[in-house]
């Protein structure tokens, strides 16, 4: 590809994954500022990448697994593990939609879970990735996705048995 298509490929790119991101970095880093910035260095990374990647079927997969990455690398440095963001957890659904009690309710309860449960709820039921694609952005195999999800459910109903 000419750099004119990857150019025009980028902004297409852009246009239609960057509010999903920006909910999926935010929901990593706790911090609307970091959250930009893992955004951008994604697409940063996207477009260095560009010209290389073959898979256009999977590359909202592919999108996901360099935010994440992103992500995580934000999370490993030694100024985010001293200063530790205190978002709150407001963007799991869509922007603008208006949430009742118990969507906040169960927000709550999803932000609560450990990270590992966290992550591949938000990937399976607000993105809607199947367990196969789950395990590719993430870097583990399709029965520790299925698992995670097990055990999510499983605290999911107990928290909320409890409330």
Known sequence: MGRAENTARLQQLISAYQSELMRVCYFYLKDRMLAE???QETFMRVWRKLDSYQDKGQEKAWLYRIAINCCRDTQRTGWFRRVLPTGEPQLFPKENVALSEDDIVLNM?????PLRLKEVVLLYYYQNFTVSEIASILHVTQPAVSERLKRA???LREALKED
């Open 37 to 39: 910035d893992a955004v």
């Open 109 to 113: 309860t999803i932000h609560n879970l």
């Open 153 to 155: 459910r499983e605290k």
